[in-house]
T-cell receptor, first 113, second 110 residues
Framework: NAGVTQTPKFQVLKTGQSMTLQCAQD?????MSWYRQDPGMGLRLIHY???????DQGEVPNGYNVSRSTTEDFPLRLLSAAPSQTSVYFC????????????FGSGTQLSVL | DAKTTQPNSMESNEEEPVHLPCNHS???????IHWYRQLPSQGPEYVIH???SNVNNRMASLAIAEDRKSSTLILHRATLRDAAVYYC???????????FGDGTTLTVKP
């Protein structure tokens, strides 16, 4: 049972480059979300989705795009990478029921030079 | 979204109880309180959650204040494996999104 799978685990970008962080879950969860975690800080919500075709902005959406064409996948796109986007990115999913817990991936460590 | 506040760090001795506090004074009436823990180089892992009543599971207990503005995660007998960063969060059921605090780093001394 894979759960939530994130790729790549590590990535180094140059300022201005674009890339896509991949997230896939095999639990048939309706809800998916992306968080970023900076040193010594908690997780901040970037974007989230309550189902295929539906996305919304979280606390820190600037510089990121998402789409949800299938239930399983929720990719995060960096349009033009900036050093301020250096962070660890976590994808999470949940069943969507009342009080349901989040399942997290193992994270992508991104460095923007 | 409700903001949560936690102490930066706490220490405990092995096999002693640990009480990890969290303030969420702006929590809405329908938001759940979730706790997660994170080991180095891993994603957060669910520990426990509740709405109004105290909750127990095999990992921990959750005590929720009557006004829901604060909660406490209780580890009944800390072990070295419990050393981690513990996050308190408020969970919006309608959107399936959580708002996290900055976490408490728990150190367990043998």
């Amino acid at each position: 049972n894979a759960g939530v799978t994130q790729t790549p685990k590590f990535q180094v970008l140059k300022t201005g480059q674009s890339m896509t962080l991949q997230c896939a879950q095999d639990m048939n969860h309706e809800y998916m979300s992306w968080y970023r975690q900076d040193p010594g800080m908690g997780l901040r919500l970037i974007h989230y989705s309550v189902g295929a075709g539906i996305t919304d902005q979280g606390e820190v959406p600037n510089g990121y795009n998402v789409s949800r064409s299938t239930t399983e996948d929720f990719p995060l796109r960096l349009l033009s990478a900036a050093p301020s986007q250096t962070s660890v990115y976590f994808c999470a999913s949940s069943h969507g029921g009342v009080g349901e817990k989040l399942f997290f991936g193992s994270g992508t460590q991104l460095s923007v030079l | 979204d409700a903001k949560t506040t936690q102490p930066n760090s706490m220490e405990s001795n092995e096999e002693e109880p640990v009480h990890l506090p969290c303030n969420h004074s702006t929590i809405s009436g329908t938001d759940y309180i979730h706790w997660y823990r994170q080991l180095p180089s891993q994603g957060p892992e669910y520990v426990i959650h509740g709405l109004t009543s105290n909750v127990n599971n095999r990992m921990a207990s959750l005590a929720i204040a009557e006004d829901r503005k604060s909660s406490t995660l209780i580890l009944h007998r800390a072990t070295l494996r419990d050393a981690a960063v513990y996050y308190c969060s408020t969970y919006n059921t309608n959107a399936g999104k959580s708002t996290f605090g900055d976490g408490t780093t728990l150190t367990v001394k043998p």
